[in-house]
Nanobody
Framework: QVHLAESGGDLVQPGGSLRLSCAVS????????MRWYRQAPGKERELVIS????????VYLASAKGRFAISRDDAKNTVHLQMNSLKPEDTAVYYC?????????WGQGTQVTVSS
């Protein structure tokens, strides 16, 4: 059974940092491309950043460039999202997404709130 579990969401002040994690099971992690999406209240879910099975990274969200970084630990079946210089507009539920040979899978999300 496929399972993706995000963690690390929290309330943080503007300018702060957070590191989100997504632990996965139920598929061969090394063959999966991993993505982070986010969805702010009243807005559509948007793709933030991705990392391929070979470690190639692409930042889709312009506002994330230079602030967000993605990494993967294939030994631990985990992908991380490091977020720095957080802004109130980064407030959203952040979702982990796996693209595997057998299909696409989602986690349940973790809440990030940036507020003073």
């Amino acid at each position: 059974q496929v399972h993706l579990a995000e963690s690390g969401g929290d309330l943080v002040q503007p300018g702060g940092s957070l590191r989100l994690s997504c632990a996965v099971s139920g598929f061969t992690f090394g063959l999966a491309a991993m993505r982070w999406y986010r969805q702010a209240p009243g807005k559509e879910r948007e793709l933030v950043i991705s990392i391929s099975s070979t470690g190639a990274i692409f930042v889709y969200l312009a506002s994330a460039k230079g602030r967000f970084a993605i990494s993967r630990d294939d030994a631990k079946n985990t992908v991380h999202l490091q977020m720095n210089s957080l802004k109130p507009e980064d407030t959203a539920v952040y979702y982990c997404n796996a693209i595997t040979p057998s299909g696409a899978y989602w986690g349940q999300g973790t809440q990030v709130t940036v507020s003073s």
